[in-house]
């Protein structure tokens, strides 16, 4: 287990206290689980995604993340309607643990509130949330 | 299992160390109400050896009888081989483990069963087995909701799934605010599925075949109504070894295909224990409720059995687990597995001709002698006749004093069909037997 200096938390993500980020892409918001997330949740074997045009509220469960010890719910980090969902997940689900930035991105929403984003938690915010852990 | 006696000291002794006056203290936050303040009604104790003796009664009054009553459990022969191989002591205290990975053998039994359950259904994967065929149905349904993830909506069933496993849907849905409808019957003996066109709403659609009528009923027809809808289409049976002749669900369109294993190497007994079999899709397995055993290979490249999907369950994902099945019926499901072993493909086919010529010739002696088979369907090894009125009484004699049970009498389940009787006819009846029944209902 790394320890929390170890974890990479990018700069430009907002991040939530379920260990979600989000990234603003254009006029979208591009969401996934934090390094500190897929870490604990050890090797990812199955992610269930919401269909695209479904729309939750925030800190909604909008689907789960199987690895071989646990099931995690996977929460809304803005409201908003799901406009895409990351298809290479289906047969390499363990992107999440490898890139979890990247290639291991989640879901893609058009948010309710272009600006909710900016509620997040910024990267200073989120690294004390984990020290506290 | 260990036989772990308390004596009124070794209770005094662990209620004072956890700080409780009496036993009644641990009951007291279940309400009043929910409580029986009555005695229970038990016999007195009895001694060993008049409990030896007493259960010798009982089982010198089992039945010589010549049976021709199915309905959900069926008077199949259990060959000497699998008798044997079920008295290993491996196979017989056998459960599921807690610490799985210990067990291979168990493991190894179950994954069998599975294989041999995906196979026998036409579908893709089983689950290592439930409590009977009426929680599968209900499972199956709930499942379906899961994987439709509806929180509402109609769940339909054909009105001629077995009476019993609709009552046990009903409860498992009580509390949610599914509606369950029902899909009325034909002239043949059939489900009439016209009626889905109309439904909005549908989440699942379920009919059982051979229906409790015994007739066939058309899967393939059925399924193809129900993808339109986009519901889930759930088949069920009471009576596997129909398989033997007529298609399997999982190719003519079921999405989950359940029921009842008895016939598979059980004794019907006195109603039980039941093999409750779940086959599904690949793509719903993560909805599938109860246990899954996988194959998988270990560090050294060996070949190895696990417990797999186990972190749908409730010990790792507690309120939110997939299904509250965290066991399954470990024995039943290898007799089963040994069962459909011992047959083979081949023998499996075979048995099942012969239950369905000998039903054939049944229903043709009986016809000769003026009865009226109302239901013009196909069936397997059950049947409905109609026969006189003034049967009832003889109904009540034969099986009391004249070494037949007749069927089951329809009109406790379907009012309309008085003097109705299912009539069922397995490889353990004989044309003798069948003769001496058609005289019996024609005198």
Redesign the interface.
């Known amino acids: 287990m790394r320890s929390v200096d170890e974890l990479v938390l990018p700069e430009a993500l907002g991040y939530t206290e379920n260990h979600e980020w989000a990234r603003k892409d254009g006029s979208e918001v591009v969401a996934g689980i934090t390094d500190y997330a897929q870490e604990e949740l050890g090797d990812i074997v199955?992610a269930?995604l919401p269909e695209i045009g479904q729309s939750f509220e925030k800190g909604a469960e909008f689907g789960t993340v199987?690895?071989?010890?646990?099931?995690a719910?996977l929460y809304m980090p803005v409201a908003g309607e799901i406009t895409g969902i990351n298809q290479e997940l289906e047969n390499r689900p363990d992107l999440v643990n490898e890139d979890p930035y990247g290639r291991g991105w989640l879901v893609t929403i058009k948010p309710a509130d272009p600006g909710e984003i900016q509620s997040l938690m910024d990267k200073t915010a989120y690294y004390e949330l984990l020290k506290g852990l | 299992m260990r036989y772990l006696p308390h004596t009124d000291s070794d209770i005094a002794a662990m209620l004072k160390a956890i700080g409780v006056d009496s036993t009644d203290d641990l009951f007291a936050n279940i309400p009043e109400a929910a409580r029986s303040s009555r005695e229970m009604d038990l016999p007195p104790a009895m001694s060993e050896w008049e409990m030896r003796a007493y259960m010798e009664r009982l089982a010198a009054e089992s039945p010589d009888h010549k049976i021709f009553l199915g309905a959900g459990k069926y008077d199949h022969y259990i060959p000497a081989t699998v008798t044997n191989l079920l008295e290993r002591s491996e196979l017989l205290t056998s459960y599921t483990p807690y610490q799985p990975e210990v067990s291979q053998g168990t493991l190894q039994a179950v994954y069998e069963y599975q294989t041999l359950t995906a196979r026998l259904l036409g579908l893709e994967i089983s689950n290592a087995s439930m409590y009977d065929g009426a929680s599968a149905l209900a499972e199956s349904l709930l499942m379906a909701t899961r994987i439709r993830k509806k929180s509402k909506g109609k769940i339909v069933l054909s009105s001629l799934i077995h009476p019993s496993y609709c009552q046990v849907v009903k409860t498992y849905f009580r509390p949610t605010p599914f509606e369950i409808t029902f899909l009325p019957v034909l002239a043949d003996g059939r489900t009439d599925v016209s009626a889905l066109a109309d439904m909005g709403d549908v989440v699942a659609v379920a009919v059982q075949s051979p229906n409790f009528l015994g007739c066939v009923e058309d899967l393939a027809g059925f399924g193809d109504l129900v993808t339109q809808t986009k519901a889930i289409f759930v088949t069920c049976f009471t009576e596997p070894l129909a398989y033997g002749l007529y298609q399997p669900p999982g190719g003519q369109g079921a999405d989950i295909a359940c029921g009842e294993g008895g016939s598979l190497g059980l004794p019907p007994g006195y109603g039980g224990p039941g093999l409750g079999m779940l086959a599904t899709k690949m793509d719903y397995v993560?909805r599938m409720p109860g246990r899954v055993v996988g194959k998988t290979t270990d560090a050294n490249g060996k070949d190895g059995f696990v417990l797999t999907l186990a972190?749908?369950e409730q010990h790792?994902?507690r309120a939110?687990a997939t299904s509250n099945i965290c066991t399954n019926s470990n024995f039943c499901a290898i007799a089963a597995a040994v069962y459909m072993a011992c047959l083979g493909k081949t023998g499996f086919r075979e048995l099942a001709r012969l239950n369905y010529d000998k039903t054939e010739y049944l229903k043709q002696q009986l016809r000769r002698a003026g009865m009226t088979l109302p239901f013009g369907a196909p069936t397997f090894n059950e049947f409905v006749v109609k026969l006189p009125p003034d049967f009832k009484r003889k109904y009540a004699d034969l099986a009391a004093s004249g070494g037949i049970v007749a069927g089951l009498p329809l009109a406790d389940w379907y009012p309309e069909l008085a003097d109705h009787y299912l009539l069922c006819v397995t490889e353990k009846i004989t044309r003798a037997d069948m003769d001496q029944l058609v005289k019996e209902v024609s005198e």
Do not use: P
């Open positions: 199955y269930e199987e690895s071989v010890k646990a099931v719910e | 993560r972190t749908r790792i994902r939110r």
